[in-house]
């Protein structure tokens, strides 16, 4: 009993320690950063982050300003700086200049990339994936999003590792009461043999040794099923949860943009404006670009470059020309705003009858709307039966959680029947979700896969991260499944149920058989030697059920 004592202390100390070294070294690894100040100026110093900034001359000192390169620690709230492609953000804050295309999934969960301008917010952590732009520091170091998610980690964290296990092992409880048994028949019988009969058939032997046996034999089936769990009281959480909550991108659906389909107009051919898309978009490769052209791969859509030089908008789209002719691609406001495209006037209820669900490009040829290319993060196939699965064994309440729009979030939560989801959420409104449910008496499962994730994984009865998620996610979770597909969460579900139904069956056969062989011998019926052959015996025999597979083959 010290023994397995002193181990789960160790496991503890171990875990809370590799997570909070994690966290500390959660870094942006960003140690210095391009500031913008200003430079002497002979009628006098203007606002460096309101000054007019282009796009193309960006990185071009002014005889307004200069760049100078700081260690981050020395940027403070109204600093502006600069970010470029590639570089990370490492400062929360507002664009003041330039625009980009940043991709957020680490912060909000968005799939996509997202478009920033003049006024639009910047996270820290997140990455400018196209394009440079100027931004005015709102948060200094160590209170931006992504210090947050860092701090509510190790929060969560302490207060897991704080709270009491299940009430004391059963065996440690009949312990006291083996030895009164044993004084009380002395003192009534006076008989030796009778009192020594109540100490040989004790009941922590037969509990303490087939009960890690159970636990540590599901824990192997899980194993076999491409599934990690950090401890036995972990799969005990997941067969008390009654609720559980999702991300969205990564987790319900798989993180890799592909093309839904391709709406042909003005008299083109689906497969012909897919084709010309690829060729346009091949040039300057990005999330959405990638599925254009594999898309296009996947069909066997191979073209010849027949267009001249592409001129490429940071974080809008592309123009070239194509057989005499102008082709654009790229946003809305790209094609129909700045470009000063047209929808065909008989097909206008053609392009509002598009499906709202999907990311749209738009494809013009000499002004006029050509195609509209459907981008969707798509969902995993298996999930609306696996929801459905988990609900039938006992599961009442299924959550969606994304950093997605509303739009998107609700085409998804229909299709896969959630009773209830949530967009636009930041890491932080899903750990706090997490933390309403519990005050709520309700048990949570968190299923994530990035560093969004990691606070809500912390905070909830279970976390259960994604393979090839993000590593602070995985190594926060509890338990970690396969990526290939949601169905392991089932089989989870089935073999922590058939785990508690075992342990409650060993209790009882333990407890029965044992208190029976202990009447016999105070009463004389058995002797001490043959009393502790049968408690050895059923020791065994139940030790080596415990140690068989949970579920049926």
């Given at each position: 009993m010290f023994l397995l004592k002193l181990g789960e202390i160790l496991e503890d100390w171990t875990h809370k320690k590799s997570v909070d070294d994690l966290a500390r070294t959660m870094s942006l690894r960003t140690d210095r950063v391009w500031m913008r100040v200003e430079a002497p100026h002979p009628q006098g110093?203007?606002?460096?982050?309101?000054?007019?900034?282009?796009?193309?001359?960006?990185?071009?000192?002014?005889?307004?300003?200069?760049?100078?390169?700081?260690?981050?620690?020395?940027?403070?709230?109204?600093?502006?700086?600069?970010?470029?492609?590639?570089?990370?953000?490492?400062?929360?804050?507002?664009v003041t200049g330039g625009e980009c295309l940043v991709n957020q999934a680490s912060i909000t969960g968005e799939s996509m990339p997202v478009r920033k301008r003049e006024g639009s917010l910047a996270y820290a952590g997140t990455v400018v994936e196209e394009g440079e732009c100027v931004i005015r520091?709102?948060?200094?170091?160590?209170?931006?999003?992504?210090?947050?998610?860092?701090?509510?980690?190790?929060?969560?964290?302490?207060?897991?590792?704080?709270t009491e296990a299940r009430a004391a092992h059963l065996a440690d409880r009949l312990v006291p009461y083996s030895l009164g048994g044993t004084a009380l028949t002395y003192l009534l019988t006076r008989n030796v043999t009778k009192a020594v009969s109540v100490l040989m058939v004790d009941f922590s032997c037969a509990l303490k040794l087939s009960m890690p046996l159970a636990v540590l034999s599901a824990m192997r089936e899980s194993g076999a099923h491409q599934i990690t769990v950090k401890g036995g009281k972990f799969l005990e959480a997941v067969s008390m949860a009654d609720t559980i909550v999702f991300d969205k991108t990564g987790t319900l659906t798989h993180a890799e943009p592909t093309v839904a389909q391709v709406v042909p107009?003005?008299?083109?051919?689906?497969d012909e404006m897919l084709r010309l898309a690829a060729c346009l978009e091949e040039h300057y490769p990005h999330?959405?670009?990638?599925?254009?052209?594999?898309?296009?791969?996947?069909?066997?859509?191979?073209?010849?470059?027949?267009?001249?030089?592409?001129?490429?908008?940071?974080?809008?789209?592309?123009?070239?020309?194509?057989?005499?002719?102008?082709?654009?691609?790229?946003?809305?406001?790209?094609?129909?705003?700045?470009?000063?495209?047209?929808?065909?006037?008989?097909?206008?209820?053609?392009?509002?009858?598009?499906?709202?669900?999907?990311?749209?490009?738009?494809?013009?040829?000499?002004?006029?709307?050509?195609?509209?290319?459907?981008?969707?993060?798509?969902?995993r196939s298996e999930a609306p039966e696996v929801i459905r699965e988990l609900k039938e064994q006992g599961i009442r309440k299924a959550v969606m959680m994304t950093g997605d729009s509303e739009r998107t979030a609700q085409a998804v939560a229909r299709q896969i029947g959630v009773d209830e989801y949530y967009?636009?959420?930041?890491?932080?409104?899903?750990?706090?979700?997490?933390?309403?449910?519990?005050?709520?008496?309700?048990?949570?499962?968190?299923?994530?896969?990035?560093?969004?994730d990691s606070p809500a994984l912390s905070e909830a009865d279970v976390g259960i991260a994604i393979a090839d998620g993000a590593a602070i996610?995985?190594?926060?979770?509890?338990?970690?499944?396969?990526?290939?597909?949601?169905?392991?969460?089932?089989t989870l579900k089935r073999i922590?149920?058939?785990?508690?139904?075992?342990?409650?069956?060993?209790?009882?056969?333990?407890?029965?058989?044992?208190?029976?062989?202990?009447?016999?011998g105070v009463v004389g019926i058995l002797p001490p030697a043959t009393s502790a052959l049968l408690h050895n015996t059923s020791t065994i025999l139940i030790s080596m059920k415990s140690m068989t597979d949970l579920l049926a083959t």
């Open positions: 110093n203007l606002p460096m982050c309101d000054q007019h900034l282009d796009n193309e001359l960006l990185d071009s000192e002014t005889s307004d300003t200069q760049e100078i390169l700081v260690p981050v620690s020395d940027v403070r709230v109204g600093d502006c700086i600069v970010v470029r492609m590639g570089g990370i953000i490492p400062l929360d804050g507002k520091v709102e948060k200094a170091m160590g209170s931006a999003q992504y210090d947050k998610i860092v701090r509510m980690i190790e929060e969560s964290e302490k207060l897991k590792s704080a107009f003005h008299g083109q051919q689906a999330s959405m670009a990638n599925a254009v052209v594999k898309a296009a791969m996947e069909k066997g859509l191979s073209h010849e470059e027949h267009h001249t030089k592409v001129q490429y908008v940071v974080a809008h789209g592309i123009s070239s020309m194509v057989d005499g002719q102008k082709a654009v691609i790229g946003s809305y406001h790209f094609v129909f705003e700045d470009e000063g495209c047209v929808v065909p006037e008989e097909e206008q209820e053609k392009f509002h009858a598009l499906p709202s669900e999907y990311s749209q490009l738009y494809l013009a040829i000499s002004g006029v709307l050509s195609a509209v290319i459907c981008i969707e993060d798509p969902i967009a636009e959420v930041l890491p932080e409104d899903k750990a706090k979700f997490i933390q309403g449910e519990h005050q709520n008496g309700r048990h949570v499962i968190m299923v994530g896969d990035g560093i969004n996610a995985r190594e926060v979770a509890d338990i970690t499944i396969s990526a290939d597909d949601l169905w392991a969460l089932v922590s149920d058939a785990l508690i139904k075992r342990i409650d069956t060993n209790y009882r056969q333990i407890i029965s058989f044992n208190a029976m062989l202990i009447l016999l």
